[in-house]
């Protein structure tokens, strides 16, 4: 109760989750009592519709977490050929992209062992695509490149010096293409972010376009090499229109953000 009780003060306050306990202590609990209780986290070709044409993923008869169904339909308005996710944790999502668009090549990293060996328990077919990875270390040549490369619900939890501000410019040196961030706007102020590692010389790409991706309630930040046709984001409050407001968690979003020394000035 006592390990409950701290772990649950370190989630809310300090957050920065113990990764090392992340799935003995909340990970498989959470699957099991928070997502599979309500919705499909394995996802049959059978139970899907994908419209390439339209971006869209339709279900049939089974219901997915918003956020989830936000990530298939990236890839289908997005056409990549190979995807990464940062933190992929149980391997769910990496499944059901490489279930849903076989010829995507796919891969998966996270600095949990427990969590990849759990999701190649749940994922047997992931054996050899999913490996270590901590985006909060310096970049690394051998981590995986991708045509998009994305995120869900991990950045947010990132809060130490400007690790977060690591973990970004990591996911832009892996991507070749895009990059999406589905993630709790309030926790980073992410548009700010972004554009001042952008012109501050962080980011290895010339170019870079800032969108809203939304489907069905679930909102995500795209960002291209290449303008798309949907609308620009420019600021952090577009992202935050419609929802609650929590002043601790914008407040620990500027102090991060402040931590920020870009570009080199003489």
């Known amino acids: 109760m006592f390990k409950r009780f701290f772990y649950k003060k370190r989630r809310f306050y300090d957050d920065d989750f113990d990764w090392d306990n992340y799935t003995s202590d909340s990970y498989a609990r959470r699957i099991k009592g928070d997502v599979e209780s309500k919705f499909v986290t394995k996802v049959d070709p059978a139970q899907v519709e994908i ?3 339209a971006g869209l993923v339709r279900l049939k008869g089974v219901n997915m977490h918003p956020n989830h169904k936000l990530l298939l339909e990236a ?17 769910d999502h990496v ?5 849903l668009f076989p010829e995507c090549t796919v891969s998966g990293g996270d600095r949990g062992v427990s969590q990849l060996q759990m999701a190649t328990s749940r994922h047997p077919e992931l ?8 985006m909060t270390m310096p970049y690394c040549s051998r981590w995986p490149m991708a045509d998009l490369v994305y995120s869900q619900a991990v950045i ?15 996911m832009f040196h892996c991507a ?12 980073h102020n992410f548009v700010e972010d972004l554009t001042a590692l952008h012109q501050g010389g962080h980011l ?6 800032l969108h809203v991706f939304e489907r069905n309630g679930a909102r995500g930040i795209l960002a291209s ?4 046709d949907l609308p620009v984001l420019i600021s952090d409050g577009q992202l935050r229109e419609g929802v609650k407001l929590s002043h601790r968690r914008l407040k620990r979003a500027s102090d991060d953000s402040a931590r920020g020394l870009y570009g080199f000035d003489t």
Do not use: F
Request: charged share 15%; with cysteine.
């Open 75 to 91: 890839v289908a308005y997005l056409r990549p050929v190979s995807v990464h996710e940062v933190g992929c944790g149980g391997g």
């Open 156 to 170: 947010m939890h990132i809060h130490t010096a400007v690790s977060h501000l690591v973990a970004l410019s990591n």
């Open 127 to 134: 054996h050899g695509k999913v490996g270590v990875q901590d």
């Open 95 to 99: 499944a059901n992209i490489a279930r």
């Open 176 to 187: 070749r293409r895009n990059v999406l961030l589905v993630e709790n706007t309030q926790c």
């Open 204 to 209: 290895p790409w010339n170019t870079m376009h």
């Open 51 to 53: 419209d390439v044409d």
């Open 225 to 228: 090499k290449d303008a798309l």
